[in-house]
């Protein structure tokens, strides 16, 4: 069984101030996802990252997938108010159909 | 907004009783998922479907069961509620190629409470 662990599970910020979440496994993955979701929502796919080393920048958000493709984190730039959701990485594995094995979620609160 | 609408939005049952969610998918895709996230949770993999047929399953029990249309929409049961089975049902939606799937597009989720 793949299991992604994410941490923090929860994260409380002023506005302005920088963050990092985690999102780690024994397992290798063909692909690793971060979604963002709102309450009441589904999630929101953020980027995807496919190659290990690789970095994706959208915005003041900073991807990395880990060199052997079981890790990956999010960075947040000066963080604003509008970035407050649960924050959610997900592995996929194109051997399995492409299921979707997700962390636990980090609840990102951001206050002005 | 991704194009995968879900029904009903809220639904009540009672222990035992049964219950059928709905998914459309976005046009263009043929291949659904369906994931139950538990409140300060994650989702959890429940199945997949492809071209009418389940294409991969999740840790759960029989009582979860689906079904997919030939327009690719999709259901998903579940008999004798416990409850456990509160939870945010979500449906995803994409579509298959070479060597996998493309990514996956969530609908808004159908939330279930079991009293």
């Known amino acids: 069984t793949q299991l992604l662990e994410q941490s923090p599970q929860f994260l409380s910020i002023q506005e302005g101030e920088n963050l990092t979440v985690y999102c780690n496994s024994s397992s290798v993955f063909s692909s690793l996802q971060w979604y963002r979701q709102e309450p009441g929502e589904g999630p929101v796919l953020l980027v995807t990252?496919?190659?290990?080393?690789e970095v994706k920048k959208l915005k003041r958000l900073t991807f990395q997938f880990g060199d052997a493709r079981k890790d990956s984190s999010l960075h947040i730039t000066a963080a604003q108010p509008g970035d407050t959701g649960l924050y959610l990485c997900?592995?996929?594995?194109?051997?399995?159909?492409?299921?979707?094995?997700f962390g636990g979620g980090t609840r990102l609160m951001v206050k002005p | 907004e991704t194009g995968v609408t879900q029904s009903p939005t809220h639904l009540i049952k009672t222990r035992g009783q049964q219950v059928t969610l709905r998914c459309s998918s976005q046009s263009g895709h043929n291949t659904v998922s369906w994931y139950q996230q538990a409140l300060g949770q994650g989702p959890q993999f429940i199945f997949q479907?492809?071209?009418?047929?389940?294409?991969g399953r999740g840790n759960f029990p029989p009582r979860f069961s689906g079904l997919q249309f030939p327009n690719y929409s999709s259901e998903l049961n579940v008999n004798a509620l416990e409850l456990d089975d509160s939870a945010l049902y979500l449906c995803a939606s994409t579509r298959a190629i070479a060597g996998g799937t493309d990514t996956q597009y969530f609908g808004p989720g159908t939330r279930l409470t079991v009293l």
């Open positions: 997900a592995g996929a594995n194109n051997n399995a159909g492409n299921m979707l094995t």
């Open positions: 479907y492809y071209r009418e047929e389940e294409n």
């Open positions: 990252v496919v190659t290990g080393g």
